[in-house]
């Protein structure tokens, strides 16, 4: 028998509740997973799991409006600084601070785009495997 247990619809429209921590162990420890219940079905529970772990972030939050702030500042400041490496010899302390201020935020941000939620027909789509 498979380890559910029945409970209220939730906000995702299931009817049952997220398995226990000792479920998931004996779905996995089992070695019936593979002969009776297929790998279908233990792609479908770890897609379900996945899914309730809200890795997506809406992109009208208050936090992803500061980054996008932070961001349009950045590019400023590296539209300035970048034409006037040419020229600079040497860097200051300061300058060098602030070029890899900005390579860790291009870089942050290249990764968390990824997980950022995009509106579609007027909805907002927050799929994992629709927004990535």
Known sequence: TLPSRPGKPGK??????????????KIFSSDEVDS?????WVCGKLKARISRLRLVVSPS????LL???LGTLLL???LVYIPLQVFEENESSAQWYWRLVTLVFWAVDLIASFFVGYYHKGMVEMRLDRVA
Do not use: E, H, V, Y
Request: net charge positive; glycine share 10%; aromatic share 14%.
């Open 76 to 78: 400023l400041m590296d």
């Open 67 to 69: 980054w996008d702030i």
């Open 61 to 64: 939050t208050r936090g992803r």
């Open 36 to 40: 009776s219940w297929g790998l279908d």
């Open 12 to 25: 995702f429209g299931s009817s049952a509740r997220p398995l226990s921590k000792k479920a998931w162990t």
